[in-house]
C-alpha cells in the first residue's frame, strides 16, 4: 500500500475542490453497498462530491424488490477522480462484460482511483484491471473468482487490498472499511476518525475477513478475546507476550491463541503489531514526537523497528508518512 499526496486540484480561487467521486451502479446492484460512498465520504466534511451513474443514465434494477432512478450516465466516469463499482448480486457476475459496462468503463481516464466493493471487484477483474493485481473480493465468491481470474492475485482472508491506483473490498459492510480508508489517506486518521463518529461505525476494523468465514459455533459458554484486546489496547507501550494475554483471559495460552485466531482472524502477535502500527500512525499525523519516542509510546523496541512495521504495512518510512500529513494539513 502506498500513501497518496491530497489528490484535489485548486479552483481559481485557491481554494481545494472537492475529490470528485463517481459511484457506477449496475443492474442487480446492492443498494445497501450503493448508498456507502456517499453516506460515509459525504460526511467527510464537504472534502467530497459523490455522483451516482449508470452505463445509460437510465433507470438501475437492484437486488431487491425496487429500482433506482441515478442523475448521471456514463459521461460522469470521464471527470472522476476514484471510481467505485457497487456490489451486485452473484447471479449477475460473469467472466465477460456486457459492451455497455465496457464502454462505461473505458471511460475513466488514466490514474484515476478506482475502487471495487465486494462483488465489484468481478467487474473489475473481467476488464482486466485487476490482471497482475493483489485483490480481494467476499468470501462466499472467491473460489468462482479464482477459476474466473486466474491472472489476478487473490486474498480472500482481508477487508480491503489496496495495489497502487486499485482497492478492492471484502463483502458488505468491507465497504464502509474500504471509504474510511480512502479519507485516512487523503486527509489523516483525524477526519477518518470523525467521519467514523458521525456515522456511528468503527474506525477501524480489527483482523479480516477470516473472523466471518462460517466455522462450527464455539461451545455454550466459551470465553471471548474481547476484554482481552480492549485490555491489551490501554498498554501497547508494554512488552506484552503472549502469556500476558493469556493469563488476563484466564486461558492457557494454547487455549487462547486459538480463540483470538478464530474471533479475530489474526494470530496475538501479528494483532498487536498490527494496533501498534495504526497508533504509530495516528502520533505521526498529530503530533511533533521523534520517531524514536513515538515507538516507545506504542510498544515497539527501538525506532528502527517502527519504521521497519510501518514500511511492511503500507510502504513508506515514518518521515515521508508525516511529511504527507503534513502538507495535506
Known amino acids: 500500500m502506498t500513501v497518496a499526496t491530497p489528490r484535489c486540484t ?40 459523490v455522483l451516482t451513474c449508470s ?9 431487491a424488490d425496487f429500482g433506482i432512478t441515478v442523475e448521471h450516465g456514463p459521461e460522469a466516469l470521464e471527470g472522476a477522480d476514484t471510481v467505485v463499482v457497487a456490489a451486485v448480486s452473484p447471479s449477475r457476475v460473469s467472466a465477460d462484460l456486457p459492451d455497455a459496462v465496457a464502454a462505461a468503463l473505458a471511460r475513466i481516464r488514466p490514474g484515476a482511483r478506482v475502487v471495487s466493493i465486494c462483488t465489484g471487484a468481478f467487474v473489475l477483474a473481467a476488464a482486466g ?63 477518518a476518525n470523525k467521519v467514523a463518529r458521525r456515522c456511528v461505525v468503527p474506525p477501524f476494523r480489527d483482523g479480516g475477513q477470516a473472523q466471518y468465514i462460517e466455522q462450527p459455533v464455539p461451545q455454550q459458554g466459551a470465553a471471548s478475546t474481547a476484554a482481552t484486546r480492549a485490555w491489551a489496547l490501554e498498554r501497547l507501550a508494554e512488552p506484552l507476550a503472549l502469556a500476558d494475554l493469556a493469563a488476563h483471559a484466564r486461558m492457557s495460552r494454547r487455549t487462547f491463541a486459538r480463540r483470538f485466531q478464530d474471533e479475530v482472524g489474526l494470530s496475538p502477535g501479528r494483532w498487536l503489531i498490527q494496533q501498534r502500527v495504526v497508533r504509530a500512525r495516528h502520533l505521526l499525523e498529530a503530533s511533533d514526537l521523534s520517531v524514536d519516542q513515538i515507538a516507545g509510546q506504542v510498544g515497539f523496541a527501538t525506532g528502527a523497528s517502527l519504521r521497519q512495521h510501518l514500511h511492511a504495512a503500507i510502504g513508506v518510512s515514518p518521515q515521508t508518512y508525516r511529511r504527507t500529513f503534513q502538507q495535506a494539513r
Open 10 to 49: 485548486d479552483t481559481e480561487r485557491g481554494a481545494p475542490r472537492p475529490e470528485r467521486v463517481v459511484v457506477l451502479a449496475l443492474d442487480g446492484v446492492y443498494p445497501f453497498e450503493l448508498g456507502m460512498p456517499s453516506r460515509i465520504l459525504g460526511a467527510a466534511d464537504g472534502r467530497y462530491e
Open 129 to 191: 484491471l485487476l490482471d497482475g493485481r493483489r485483490a480481494t473480493t467476499h468470501w462466499q465468491v472467491s473460489d468462482a473468482f479464482r477459476r474466473m481470474f486466474p491472472r489476478v492475485d487473490l486474498d480472500p482472508d482481508v477487508l480491503f487490498v489496496e495495489d497502487g491506483r486499485m482497492l478492492t473490498s471484502a463483502g458488505a459492510a468491507s465497504g464502509v472499511d474500504i471509504c474510511l480508508h480512502l479519507v485516512r489517506q487523503d486527509h489523516g486518521s483525524e477526519l
Open 55 to 63: 452505463v445509460d443514465g437510465g433507470p438501475v434494477r437492484t437486488s
